[in-house]
């Protein structure tokens, strides 16, 4: 074993500064875990003259990616840099020379996973990616080894950060989503351009990763159903509540007999479920296994320090497989073949919230309808709105399967006493 393992980092940002900051400062725990000094040979920077929240000495930076990559000395790359293709290329090249790889990039992984992974195994080295989903959460290795001897049957995350915090405030303040976006743009939680949390599609990366894990299957992002939280508003919240509800941001990950389902939507929790307790920026996994029953994972899902200290436990991992020899043995490729669930095979209770005419018999109408596709109604909220000849109507359907829901949904508007279908959300944890 070498006396020392030097460390090779693409990007110093947010994160790359705080991998650099715990290295330094936990120098003293990583030599008691590893067994030898672990120090930081090369960074990849775009500008070295910038002032920056770590001090590293300017020897250190370098602009030109080889001198990580193809840099003898180094043994570990660490990748904090972002994007998809040039990390893609950074990183199988960094394999290519026999590097360990630790990456953070959920993008990456999510749409180039098992060919990153392949490459690692072909070249006997380790590509760790714990860092990727939720943070400072350890579920990543959770799935792979603590609950390894166990087969996973659903899992349900809050895992954006921004979409939480949204919501948070939306239902705890009574304030619109429009107020809480900018509220969370001004502090740092959200992007200037919000998109990819708002409408989930940061969501939908990180369940194609817990998915691909979870159930040892190579899903992609095309297989995830999406819809994000920018059409939830302020009566939607209030109904729930009323109801006994809780709406989150939830990306759900389930297998029955050999078929998965992969969504990221707004769903209905009950407002007991540990879940629907997860607030303002935090994430949470809840993990259902045959054997250990229900487990749930709760921590920061983003930020510089809880996001380094994913990535500094994956370098520790990686070391400590360098003792043993063992590189490159620990990953595992999915085994199964891809295989969805068909709609009639997912099933939900589900909300849906409408505006229909204030008239003798159209609730019987819509019941009728409901009844004919073998859907029962579990809750009811019927209100008058003022002064238009409309009643709200807010139904929590019994549980039922996702075909039968959509063929309601799209009879509902062809319904003469039907103004409009203002809202509908799958509901889960029961």
Do not use: W
Not at 46 to 53: L, P
Not at 285 to 293: I, T
Not at 401 to 425: G, M
Request: glycine share 8%.
């Amino acid at each position: 074993m070498k006396e020392s393992v030097s460390v090779g980092l693409l990007g110093l940002g947010t994160v790359g500064s705080g991998v650099v900051h715990m290295i330094e400062s936990h120098q003293e725990e990583l030599q008691q875990r590893v067994g030898c000094v672990v120090k930081v040979g090369k960074v990849l920077v775009r500008d070295i003259e910038k002032n920056r929240g770590v001090d590293v000495n300017e020897e250190l930076l370098t602009q030109d990616p080889d001198e990580v990559i193809n840099n003898p000395e180094v043994d570990v790359v660490i990748e904090v840099m972002g994007g998809i293709d040039q990390a893609k290329e950074y990183i199988l090249a960094s394999l290519k020379n026999k590097k360990h790889v630790v990456t953070a990039n959920k993008d990456l992984m999510a749409l180039h996973g098992r060919e990153l992974l392949t490459a690692a195994v072909e070249n006997e080295s380790d590509l760790f990616y714990e860092a990727s989903v939720a943070g400072g959460i350890p579920i990543l290795r959770s799935l792979v080894e603590g609950l390894s001897s166990d087969r996973i049957t659903k899992l349900m995350g809050i895992v954006n950060g921004t979409t939480n915090y949204i919501l948070t405030k939306m239902t705890k303040n009574n304030v619109p989503y429009e107020s809480v976006l900018k509220e969370a743009q001004d502090l740092g939680f959200a992007e200037a351009d919000p998109t990819a949390d708002v409408e989930g599609l940061d969501a939908a990366r990180k369940v194609v990763i817990l998915g691909t894990l979870g159930f040892s299957m190579k899903v992609g992002l095309d297989d995830v159903k999406i819809k994000g939280i920018t059409e939830v508003d302020a009566e939607d919240i209030s109904y729930s509540k009323k109801l006994g509800y809780t709406i989150k941001l939830l990306s759900i990950a389930s297998s029955e007999n050999g078929s998965i389902e992969l969504s990221v939507q707004p769903t209905l929790l009950p407002s007991r479920h540990p879940l629907a307790s997860v607030n303002d920026e935090y994430n949470a996994v809840y993990v259902y296994g045959e054997a250990v029953g229900e487990t749930m994972f709760y921590g920061p899902g983003a930020g510089q320090l809880p996001t380094a200290t994913a990535v500094v436990s994956d370098l520790v991992a990686v070391i400590k497989n360098m003792r043993l020899g063992v590189n490159g043995k620990s990953v595992i490729l999915p085994q199964h073949e891809r295989k969805l669930k068909k709609d009639d095979e997912i099933k939900s209770k589900y909300f849906i919230r409408l505006f229909v005419k204030d008239e003798a018999g159209a609730f019987s109408k819509i019941s009728h309808l409901f009844k004919d596709h073998g859907i029962s109604l579990e809750k009811l909220i019927q209100e008058p709105v003022i002064n238009n000849g409309t009643a709200e109507l807010v139904i929590i359907t019994h549980e039922t399967n996702h075909q039968a829901f959509e063929d309601v949904h799209s009879q509902l508007n062809d319904l003469d006493v039907v103004v409009e279908v203002k809202s509908r959300y799958r509901v889960e944890g029961m």
